[in-house]
């Protein structure tokens, strides 16, 4: 999930709802690569 809100209950609420990541805009994009890279992809360095 992206969001340009940081609030901690947006990030729990996220959670709650099964998301499996959570990343804040703007969006690093080597943060954003290590997310992808948790969920099984193979994503080069």
């Given at each position: 999930?992206?969001?340009?809100?940081?609030?901690?209950?947006?990030?729990?609420?996220?959670?709650?709802?099964?998301?499996?990541?959570?990343?804040?805009?703007?969006?690093?994009?080597n943060r954003l690569f290590d997310e992808?890279?948790?969920?099984?992809?193979?994503?080069?360095?």
């Open positions: 999930m992206t969001s340009a809100v940081s609030d901690k209950k947006y990030v729990v609420a996220a959670v709650q709802a099964n998301c499996n990541g959570f990343l804040v805009k703007p969006i690093d994009k992808i890279r948790k969920l099984g992809f193979d994503i080069p360095e």
